[in-house]
């Protein structure tokens, strides 16, 4: 894959927390610039036992049922941790897309550190990373990383989707991350990153316990609203990284092959639309084409009208006009 540089700065323009005052080493954050032995044994245990869970969910379901108490758990908490995701860690700490009052700042760094997918600083550097990079050489997570033929693309789907996570850490947080960095409350979060995982794991338990005043209704809260709900979570968001650059309708330019998918638009809370956001990637709303859901944006639009958010980056018709592709154009004229 060719190297790329006359890509996106580092700490994009507009992103939260830009100051001059000195950078703290990235200590101060968990997870550094290279995964330990024990970091790289948790994450498999974060992986792999909630993906068993996952798997034993539909015999599980068949011979047992499951609660409207357990699906009302899994539903609430995945969109909490999905949309701290997207609209928090992404759009937002990476990428600048609108401005937030300090209060929501706060909240959707906790509920993307809800979503169990590693450490606020770490996960936004990895990305602006991947977007400095794209689909080229330093891209932490190209399905596109050994080549076109279908055995390499095999491997590289497997790379792309979960794989990269357990190679030694390449990006630093330092050039990547240095506003997110110099906040102490957003450094404070990240490294807490072990007890908000905990405490999202624990409040679905809490809530099916007590409101069926029994342990095993905390247990099956515990498995549908905790397990279940973070392994779906975890492979809908991966999924963006494998899937979503490798096939998908492209109608916008990109230098990358970031294409769209339309069936993980309400999974992904609108991230599926990946082509437009490689296209236009401080943009506010991901899918702008009719009939593209966007519950990120939807929600950026309400905190918007609120008064937490403001400077928020709307895409205008003439700025996505620029962007059509000339196949796109032509279906359109059509």
Not at 21 to 33: D, Q
Request: charged share 20%; hydrophobic share 45%; proline share 5%.
């Amino acid at each position: 894959m060719a190297t790329r540089s006359d890509v996106i700065e580092d700490a994009p323009e507009g992103a939260p927390g830009s100051t001059t005052t000195p950078t703290p080493a990235p200590s101060a954050t968990l997870g550094g610039e290279q995964k330990r032995s024990v970091e790289q044994i948790t994450l498999l245990l974060f992986i792999a036992v909630p993906f068993l869970a996952m798997v034993a969910a539909v015999p599980l379901a068949w011979g047992w049922g499951v609660s409207w108490l357990d699906l009302g758990l899994l539903v609430f908490f995945y969109y909490l941790g999905c949309h701290g995701i997207t609209i928090g860690f992404h759009r937002y700490f990476t990428h600048g897309s609108f401005k937030a009052k300090r209060p929501l700042r706060i909240a959707l760094a906790v509920a993307g550190s809800m979503a169990v997918e590693g450490p606020l600083v770490r996960w936004v550097a990895d990305h602006r990373k991947h977007h400095k990079f794209s689909d080229a050489e330093g891209d932490p997570h190209s399905p596109w990383r050994y080549g076109e033929t279908v055995p390499a693309l095999m491997k590289g789907l497997w790379w792309a989707h979960m794989g990269w996570m357990f190679d030694e850490e390449q990006t630093s947080q330092e050039k990547y991350a240095p506003d997110l960095i110099k906040d102490p409350a957003l450094r404070a979060v990240s490294r807490q990153f072990i007890l908000f995982t905990a405490l999202s794991l624990f409040l679905p338990a809490l809530v099916g316990g007590l409101v069926t005043m029994s342990w095993w209704g905390a247990f099956t809260a515990f498995f549908w609203g905790s397990l279940v709900r973070v392994a779906l979570l975890h492979h809908v968001t991966w999924s963006i990284n494998s899937i979503c650059h490798a096939v998908g309708k492209r109608p916008f330019k990109s230098r990358d092959r970031s294409g769209n998918v339309w069936w993980l638009a309400v999974l992904s809370c609108g991230e599926s639309w990946h082509n437009l956001h490689h296209a236009d990637p401080t943009s506010a709303r991901h899918g702008v084409l009719r009939g593209q859901v966007d519950s990120s944006a939807r929600l950026i639009r309400w905190f918007e009208q609120l008064g937490w958010a403001s400077d928020v980056r709307w895409p205008s018709k003439e700025r996505i006009a620029a962007r059509r592709t000339v196949e796109a154009e032509v279906a359109d004229a059509g």
